[in-house]
């Protein structure tokens, strides 16, 4: 029952997005290119392909919401970069949460290429912006510019306000905050070579309101918001636009963890989804699944999209509606 709704949900979503974006002129000269169409499947109803010829450099990328961004834009044309840690022993694990490792790494790239189009695997630090360069001028090198950028590489610790120590801040500061910046910073200049593009900076419904036990997780996602607008200020003028995408819950090891578990009082994923849904106005519609938040995602990436900066979507069951703005 569960499967059946959320299959036409994304059904539709599908639609929705391939309706707007036939209508639009494209912001270069790539043009979307028309699959055709399989009578008598759900293949009938996408029917365009919207980023063809782009480049794309996703951090985060090993899995959850980066790797199935890095899939969705591969599946719509694009040549990726796709970066990551992949080395729990660089970041403090806490409470059943690690950082993906080589092996995650290896399955996201594999299944990224069977789309057919170029694949970069960079192990690379989004704390460290020396490496962060690199990792974009060897995108450059390779894949031929860069023109779409997913900020999208996020780190947790669960602690109390006054049980948070200075190695917690530390770390989530560095990957969720610096790690932005840095992956901006880095790849700007190639934007820029470009003659515009896309800066996609992953937030949350953390950045909209204060939750208990998420340390300083919260104080982070907040300080991408204000990265976003500020960067969306000041980048205009090279027709590159900066936007945020908050997601709610999303099926991923992040929201999986015991920690996450731990901080919401509940220890079973089905308990964390009837939590969730009770307080969601479409909380019939089961989890965020990373491949929703990727369709957000390919929306800002797209042509669709090229009036559009400074601004957060959110993709989070309607939870958002409680926010003031
Ligand atoms: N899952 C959720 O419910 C949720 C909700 C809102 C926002 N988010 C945000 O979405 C983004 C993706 O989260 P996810 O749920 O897919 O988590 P995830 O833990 O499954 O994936 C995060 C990825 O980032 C990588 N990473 C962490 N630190 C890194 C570093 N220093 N350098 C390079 N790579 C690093 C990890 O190895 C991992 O592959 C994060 O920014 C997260 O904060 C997630």
Known sequence: MMNSRRNMIKGAAMTATGVVVGAMSPLKSQEAV?????PHSSESVSTHQLLVGRVAFVTG???GIGRAI??????????VAMIDIADPSRLNSTQGYRV??????DAAIATVQQHGTKVLK????????AAMQSAAERTNRELGGIDIVIANAGYVAWHSFEDGTPEHWRNVIDVNVHGVFNTAKATIPFLKQQGGGRII??????SRAGFAGNGAYTSSKWAVLGMTKQAALELGKYNITV?????????TPMYRSEGQMRSTGVSTAAEQDEQVNAVSPLGNAGAIEPEDVAQTALFLASDAAKTISGATIDNALGFNANYTA
């Open 34 to 38: 028309a699959q055709q169409p399989t």
């Open 61 to 63: 990328a090993a899995r």
């Open 70 to 79: 890095a899939e969705l834009f591969a599946e719509n044309g694009a040549n």
């Open 100 to 105: 993906s490792n080589m092996a995650d790494f």
């Open 122 to 129: 960079i192990q690379a630090d989004v704390r460290d912006l």
């Open 201 to 206: 900076n992953m937030a949350s419904v953390g």
């Open 243 to 251: 936007n945020a995408i908050a997601p709610g819950a999303v099926n």
